[in-house]
Nanobody, 122 residues
């Protein structure tokens, strides 16, 4: 499974961005796709996750109500719509695939894409 994250950029506080994670290769309906982020000097943290089948979703408390994760199974693509962005959302955002579980833990994810930079100015 190969993952390609895109859609990052520079935005003012209060603005919006939509990140895209395109998957290629062998994928299964049992897979889950997660978004994580890492700010300079900080550990990688969970943001959101969704199962390919479009069922359960998870959100970190810090983004709940502002971010929305969705999937287009036909396109093997997962989106992360980010609204009401804050400077503390600035980080490199990564998407990852978990073959078996819908998890908040980075160590359970099997495949990782390259990151996309999100910068929110105040």
């Amino acid at each position: 499974v190969q993952l390609q994250a895109s859609g990052g950029g520079l935005v003012q506080a209060g603005g919006s961005l939509r990140l895209t994670c395109a998957a290629s290769g062998r994928t299964f309906s049992s897979y889950a796709i997660g978004w994580f982020r890492q700010a300079p000097g900080k550990e990688r943290e969970f943001v959101s996750a969704i199962r390919w089948s479009g069922g359960s979703t998870y959100y970190a408390d810090s983004v709940k109500g502002r971010f929305t994760i969705s999937s287009d199974d036909a396109k093997n693509t997962v989106y992360l719509q980010m609204n009401s962005l804050k400077p503390e959302d600035t980080a490199v955002y990564y998407c990852a695939a978990d073959r078996n579980t819908l998890s908040r833990k980075a160590e359970t994810y099997d495949y990782w894409g390259q990151g996309t930079q999100v910068t929110v100015s105040s």
